[in-house]
């Protein structure tokens, strides 16, 4: 309401006040599950070129949940085109994670690469997606441990990381640990704000998945 009342005001409006106040109204319509509304409003904020590559992944986002993998897939090579270094890796790693669910491992793989080139600090994650992206696609992590272990004791391994740390336990055997960390992502994701549940509901439920094999062994 007050985003559209800000866009209605009779003043003049920068572009970056309004490119902002188009991003609330995205944000609300997509949480409010409008995805085609949402990615139209996303659309408009970026004929602003105002952050063009946060803009890129929200059009992505509501593009995703739409239906319409092309187009996010689209969004998020627009994202990691446009955005300065620092936030690259993270949207390569977007651009991988999107594929992977997509099963275009090899894809994933390739973005995934490129993220833990530029990445830093969530180095230890692009890394394990991109081990998990390997093991999805039929082929051998040598270095598979070693890998587990530095997400797990890297910040980046809390949050998403549990998500990637629990599939890599599962591949690995451990099923105890598998079970710890997918439960914990599950159980995180599923009371957080609305535009992050909506985001992950693809990982969700491979989660999901993974836990049901795991009960029924």
Known sequence: MYARKGLAAHAALDRTTQAMLLRQLYLSLYEG?????????ALQALELDV??????????????????????????????RKGPPSRRPFH???????????????EAGA???????????DRPLYRAHLALSCIAAGEEVSDLQDTINALAEAPCGQGYGRFVLGH??????????????????????????PALGIAL???????RATLSKMSAN
């Open 111 to 121: 973005a995934f690469r490129r993220a833990a080139r530029w990445g830093t600090n």
């Open 201 to 207: 509901e693809g990982e969700v439920r491979m989660a």
């Open 92 to 106: 390569l790693w977007t651009l991988g994670g999107t594929l992977f669910l997509a099963q275009r491992y090899a």
């Open 168 to 193: 890599l336990a599962y591949a690995a055997g451990e099923w105890n640990a598998a079970r710890r960390y997918l439960e914990a992502f599950v159980t995180r994701t599923s009371t957080s704000r």
């Open 51 to 80: 952050l063009p590559d946060v803009l890129n992944q929200d059009a992505a986002r509501a593009a995703l949940a739409s239906g319409d993998l092309d187009g996010a897939l689209a969004h998020l090579r627009a994202a990691a």
């Open 33 to 41: 599950r409008h995805f085609e509304k949402a990615h139209a409003i």
